[in-house]
């Protein structure tokens, strides 16, 4: 029973997420919100539907390992050293000020100092998936808020380390211990061996396993999953959080070529335990101690929301970045993370810090984690509606974020090939000469390294995933060709290309009659049938040795393309 207990417990949690994430996208409300408002609803202190938490906690963090390595994936070591300054330096000065904000809470309620500097880490940290949650449903993962508010972020991560190290200490009223040197030894190895075999054995092993991906599609998913698991597990071995191992492995299989499609091939798996981890916070909260602690908890969050807010946006802005970038930081950061929880139930289990400080900690994670997109949104809004002001548009724009002007523009007006074998190459060849842009997607890395040495744009991945054409600019694309035999893979191909950009001229090969109808309805300009195109240059070669002139041989060439045509249809 226990077995069918736990599978009990994943499905009411997935299937009361699917409720509160429809109503919560009903309302125009962020979908998170509806995941932790189903979790407050079935668990221990809610409706006692779900009463196991910890079954739920234990999926809940596969969804953390994959959103981070995703995270990893979608934020490369180019945006980070873009923003080395403000992440490094910024993240510190946030966190510091932060713990004093929260000596100054431990001082309105008489804790002690300790607990009290404790709490202020803890409301310091920030949950890197709500951020990543609320930017993916804003569009905004590559804009410059997005990358200093989640650099700034893995900082306050990355700090667990030596807290974690250092709690044990001082619960035994100690203040150095020589088992910390040991430990940031054995971290500092772990990521030395992340960075030579990332660099070099990765990508070559992955390389094997996608040259034979069309057959093996499990094998390269497979293989990714124990990238990102194989960096979790060893960095917890080490002392370091999984969650950060994942970023790691993440990261580094972004630097090679295969980023985008790991991306996508992992997605379905990160969203399914993502929506669990939202349900198991919602699930924690204690309604209870809300009504009997009123008034410390609106300070908490008021000091949240006013205090932290104040504090993560001022550390841009010292950096020069703009008031945009500081108010949407300071809006995402203002949140209380589930980093927190992990070092809370640590110092709470060895006696360092107390039930109400623990639950304390806990609701002002649930309510702030609720109020995030929320602030996100709200920001957004008056920035946009300041800059309208003419005596206030000056002051708010003065400022261009570091880096800005040194982005490589994007590729605009130009081709996008899915699929570059023998049929693609030769149009290939032809935009080359004439100076057109293009950009290549295919799934075959051998195909692709000829072009990279050429300097043409290519993306390895399957051109049938929403993530990998949002990568190829098809929204400012004059073409789109579909040059592969896959019906299946086109037809969604073009489906995802129209959401793009529904004014995009399409060209799509297809081999079946049957296809060509489908494909127009989605809006394909053009359909190519190789082996009808075939044999109609033979009858039109043939014809020629028996005198016909060009003008009949078209003649009748146009009449058996339209036949073609009208038998597709009937």
């Not at 600019?473 to 290309?497: N, T």
Request: proline share 4%; aromatic share 10%.
């Amino acid at each position: 029973m226990g077995e069918l207990g736990f599978l009990a417990d994943m499905g009411i949690a997935l299937a009361v997420a699917l409720v509160g994430g429809v109503i919560a996208r009903r309302l125009k409300l962020p979908i998170i919100v509806g995941y932790l408002l189903a979790g407050v609803a079935i668990g221990p202190y809610g409706l006692h539907i779900v009463r196991d938490v910890a079954d739920i906690e234990t999926l809940a963090t596969i969804g953390v390992v994959l959103l981070l390595f995703t995270l990893g994936i979608e934020f490369s070591l180019r945006g980070l050293r873009q923003v080395g300054r403000v992440a490094t330096l910024g993240g510190g000065i946030q966190i510091v000020a932060t713990v004093a904000l929260g000596i100054l809470v431990g001082w309105l309620f008489n804790w002690p100092l300790l607990q009290s500097v404790l709490f202020g880490y803890l409301i310091a940290q920030s949950s890197t998936i709500v951020i990543l949650k609320t930017l993916m449903s804003r569009g905004e993962l590559g804009t410059t808020h997005a990358r200093v508010m989640l650099s700034m972020s893995l900082v306050q991560d990355l700090s667990t380390v030596p807290i974690m190290v250092i709690l044990p200490s001082l619960a035994e009223g100690a203040y150095f211990n020589w088992e910390w040197a040991w430990v940031i030894l054995r971290a500092a190895g772990f990521l030395a061996a992340v960075v030579i075999l990332g660099l070099w054995l990765v990508p070559w092993f992955m390389r094997k396993v996608a040259v034979g991906r069309s057959y093996d599609r499990e094998i390269f998913l497979l293989t990714v999953v124990c990238l990102c698991f194989g960096a979790g597990f060893g960095a917890y071995y080490v002392g370091i959080s999984i969650a950060v191992g994942a970023f790691l492995a993440g990261l580094l299989v972004r630097e090679s070529e295969f980023g985008f499609q790991a991306a996508a091939d992992v997605r379905p798996l990160r969203d399914i335990f993502a929506t669990l981890f939202f349900v198991s916070l919602g699930m924690l909260a204690n309604i209870s101690f809300i009504s009997e602690n009123a008034r410390e908890v609106g300070i908490v969050i008021a000091v949240l929301a006013l205090g932290k807010f104040a504090i993560s946006a001022f550390a841009p802005w010292l950096f020069g970045y703009s008031v945009k970038t500081s108010l949407l930081t300071g809006s995402g950061l203002f949140q209380v993370g589930e980093f927190s929880f992990i070092v809370a139930a640590l110092a709470m289990g060895i006696g360092v810090l107390s039930d109400e400080v623990y639950s304390m900690t806990l609701i002002a994670s649930v309510v702030t984690m609720l109020l995030c997109p929320f602030a996100v949104n709200l920001n957004s809004s008056a920035y946009y509606w300041l800059i309208q002001k003419k005596s206030l548009a000056r002051l708010f724009t003065a400022r261009l974020d570091p880096g800005a002007p040194q982005e490589r523009k994007p590729l605009s007006n130009h081709v996008v090939i899915c699929g570059y074998g023998r049929v693609a190459r030769n149009l290939g060849h032809v935009l080359e000469r004439r100076n057109f842009a293009y950009l290549v997607i295919d799934i075959d890395p051998v195909r692709l390294d000829p072009l990279r040495e050429r300097g043409v744009p290519c993306i390895y991945g399957d051109a049938a995933s929403p993530e990998i054409l949002a990568q190829a600019g098809l929204d400012r694309a004059r073409v789109l060709v579909i040059s592969f035999p896959d019906p299946v893979a086109a037809r969604l191909a073009v489906e995802h290309a129209r959401r793009i950009n529904p004014r995009l001229d399409i060209v799509a090969r297809v081999h079946r009659g049957e296809d060509v109808d489908v494909l127009r309805e989605k809006g394909v300009a053009e359909m190519v049938r190789p082996e009808l195109e075939a044999g109609l240059e033979i009858i039109r070669h043939t014809l020629h040795r028996y005198g016909l002139t060009s003008q009949e041989i078209q003649y009748v060439v146009n009449a058996l393309r339209e036949e073609e045509v009208r038998a597709a249809l009937e």
